[in-house]
């Protein structure tokens, strides 16, 4: 089972370029952040003609989360536990049936919470401490669980190629972290780094100042696996080919494949 997690940065502007890669890469599943679209005006035929069933979790010009899954979805449920009063659309989860195992699917566009200090830094730091909440319930079912999308932190200087200059931002600041590394400790394996180690690998280039010219990228691009996900993985990679070409996402896309 491929699984990927792509970050598209508006789903009007990037329809093409996503089409093109689904096409090359075929992963079964895609999870998609900041497709930046109400539900009803995301452009589901596309997809569906290849084969993916498609739900999404949207909102008018800002942040929106998808999947698209050519095996059967279950189950799907919208919005992140734990504050009704949220109303930013940056959570969707669903069962997803594979020949060998089911998967439960969490897609997420966890908030940049810039500038901090201030009330988007608290937000972020809040919207974690639900998503810990969640990632615990989640590991007590004992089942194979991806939580996968653009976590907007950097884990470690390695994951930035100029790690000084993301020191005070929200993505690197030591809360940030912290909070991460608490999601991570509670049992749950980070996709990338059991496969993949050193520096120099990232999964989002600014568009602004040559950064994909100069490599000067971070990685804030994550797959997370439970213990019984971690146990199926068999590979996991960046298609950092696809951030040069025409009308690119900032961001590319990471996936994994599991023995499910």
Not at 79 to 85: E, S
Not at 138 to 161: K, R, S, T
Not at 171 to 185: D, F, T, V
Request: hydrophobic share 40%.
């Amino acid at each position: 089972m491929k699984i990927a997690t792509f970050n598209i940065n508006g789903i009007k502007a990037r329809h093409v370029a996503l089409c093109d890669w689904l096409d090359e890469s075929q992963p079964d599943v895609a999870l998609l952040q900041e497709i930046k679209s109400v539900d009803e005006n995301f452009p589901r035929e596309l997809f569906e003609e290849r084969g993916y069933n498609v739900q999404t979790h949207g909102q008018k010009s800002f942040n929106g989360v998808a999947i698209l899954s050519k095996l059967p979805l279950e189950d799907v449920t919208r919005g992140l536990p734990g504050d009704d009063a949220d109303e930013q659309a940056r959570w969707i989860e669903a069962t997803v049936v594979g020949k060998a195992s089911a998967v439960r699917l969490c897609g997420l566009y966890l908030p940049n919470g810039n500038p901090c200090p201030g009330p988007k830094y608290d937000y972020k730091l809040a919207w974690m401490a639900r998503m810990e909440a969640r990632a615990r319930a989640l590991l007590e079912e004992e089942i194979p669980v991806v939580m996968a999308g653009d976590y907007n932190i950097i884990p470690q200087d390695e994951d930035a190629a100029r790690p000084e200059a993301w020191r005070e931002d929200a993505l690197a600041r030591p809360e940030s972290r912290a909070a991460y590394r608490r999601i991570l400790n509670l049992g749950f394996t980070e996709a990338f780094r059991a496969r993949v180690q050193g520096p120099e690998h990232y999964s989002f280039w600014d568009y602004q100042a040559g950064a994909w010219q100069r490599n000067d990228g971070i990685r804030i691009d994550h797959l997370l696996l439970s213990p019984q996900a971690a146990d199926l993985l068999a590979d996991c990679r960046i298609d950092k080919e696809t951030r040069g070409r025409d009308k690119p996402s900032d961001h590319v896309p990471v996936w994994i494949e599991l023995a499910a």
